[in-house]
């Protein structure tokens, strides 16, 4: 049996997701063994460009009939809990066979009810535009949990008992309400990425640098004014977003990041780079645009891997002649 997996409905509105959702699509498929002449990354090429603003156009195929009352959306949610739920049953015992079905579940608008049990193996929970979430003891339960979604939802604050989730990978709190982050996240010790964009975060705990094997980091559209000198302590970063805050200044100690790949500081209000940024040698992306730098520092030309570097929207008259002979 031959499958071709395409990844459909792919939103090329925002950048940072599609970059992010592009290297975890590739990754998946660059080690299975494919037959002679098949290449994974082609996989990609086969996207399908969704629009969300259309999205409200669409319709969903559901049933006609309705079951107590229940809406189609609401029916919709229902089924795919029920499917969760059989698939599990199937699957009991076995969790090479858990995993390759993916134990999850999704839900979005209004659908959010407390399903979930101490017993469950659940490893991947997708929660959505639910007005009426409430950040409950039951998530925290889900010993086993891997990657856990909860975006959209208003949530106004993370329960210090986050760090119950012991085994998470993946965690995101995309577009919610969240004004300050407890000192417990630092007990994630297996987390990976960590995407907080479209928040209220004026601060960051000093105690989220200890998070050593963290990779990608999303902080953009927040209320941030400083970047904790203990960042440079996050050694295995590799992606590091900060646009779309109130940043003044960036420490030295971001030099300490040696495995940083990508890093986005743009609409900010910084005055000037740092000398020490020369010292990332894996830094292939610099976006610096929309601040208020003047100058460079020549150490820029330091950086042999850099592809890209944004600099418009700065009153820049002249950058360093080490960076343009380059």
């Known amino acids: 049996m031959k499958i071709l997996v395409i990844p459909s409905r792919v939103d090329r509105s925002d950048s940072v997701l599609l970059d992010r959702f592009q290297d975890r699509f590739i990754k998946k498929f660059e080690k299975i063994d494919f037959p002679k002449g098949w290449d994974s990354k082609k996989f990609w090429e086969y996207a399908i460009s969704y629009v969300p603003k259309y999205a409200f156009d669409e319709l969903v195929a559901v049933r006609e009939e309705r079951e107590n009352n229940l809406a189609s959306a609401e029916l919709l949610a229902t089924e795919f809990i029920k499917l969760g739920k059989t698939l599990k049953d199937v699957a009991k015992g076995d969790r090479g066979i858990l995993e390759s079905i993916v134990d999850s579940y999704n839900l979005n608008q209004n659908q959010y009810k407390s399903e979930f049990d101490s017993e469950d193996n659940l490893i991947r929970l997708t929660i959505n535009n639910c007005k009426e979430f409430v950040f409950s003891s039951d998530i925290l339960k889900l010993k086993n949990l891997l990657f856990l979604d909860l975006s959209e939802n208003n949530i106004t604050e993370i329960p210090s008992r986050i760090d119950q989730l012991k085994s998470l990978n993946e965690l995101y709190l995309s577009y919610n309400k969240i004004s300050f982050l407890p000192k417990e996240i630092s007990k994630l010790k297996n987390l990976t990425t960590l995407s907080i964009p479209g928040n209220n975060l004026k601060s960051l705990p000093s105690q989220l640098c200890e998070l050593k094997n963290l990779k990608e980091l999303f902080l953009l559209n927040n209320n941030l004014t400083d970047v904790p000198k203990e960042i440079g302590m996050l050694s295995q970063l590799e992606k590091l977003y900060l646009s779309q805050n109130k940043i003044s200044s960036l420490p030295k100690e971001i030099s300490k990041l040696n495995k940083l790949r990508k890093f986005d500081v743009s609409e900010n209000q910084l005055i ?55």
């Open 272 to 326: 000037s780079v740092p000398i020490e940024i020369g010292r990332l040698e894996e830094l292939e992306e610099l976006i610096i645009t929309d601040n208020q730098i003047s100058s460079l520092p020549k150490e820029i030309a330091h950086l042999k891997k850099l592809k890209a570097l944004e600099l418009h929207k700065n009153p820049i008259e002249k950058p360093p002649i080490e960076i343009v002979q380059r």
